[in-house]
């Protein structure tokens, strides 16, 4: 069992920028992955960034040049850093890890952008 607990989501203005936490516990050596995903109404959930347990990182198409995913193996965080936010942006923002056993999500956070 692996439990995800975001946090760091609110409202921004137009070009601000917003760090998301995402805290695990539980069987946590049993992460292979974890990676942020954003969800706003009306679309499908796509992937913002990913980062395997060896470092690598993967990001999509959704936030180009404006995120970066790190991690923080001591506190066990994954952290997503946005910049130059825009209102397109707005969503929940959803922490996955990935297990060989299946996949866990957090709850979610919501993240506004007003222009």
């Known amino acids: 069992q692996v439990r995800l607990v975001e946090s760091g989501g609110g409202l921004v203005q137009a070009g601000g920028s917003l760090r998301l936490s995402c805290a695990a516990s539980g069987s946590i050596f049993s992460i292979n992955a974890m990676g942020w995903y954003r969800q706003a109404p009306g679309n499908q959930r796509e992937l913002v960034a990913s980062i395997t347990s060896g470092g690598s990182t993967n990001y999509g198409n959704s936030m180009k040049g404006r995120s970066t995913i790190s991690r923080d193996n001591a506190k066990n965080t994954v952290y997503l850093q946005m910049n130059s936010l825009k209102p397109e942006d707005t969503a929940v923002y959803y922490c996955?890890?990935?297990?060989?056993?299946?996949?866990?999500w957090g709850q979610g956070t919501q993240v506004t952008v007003s222009s």
């Open positions: 996955k890890a990935g297990t060989r056993w299946g996949d866990y």
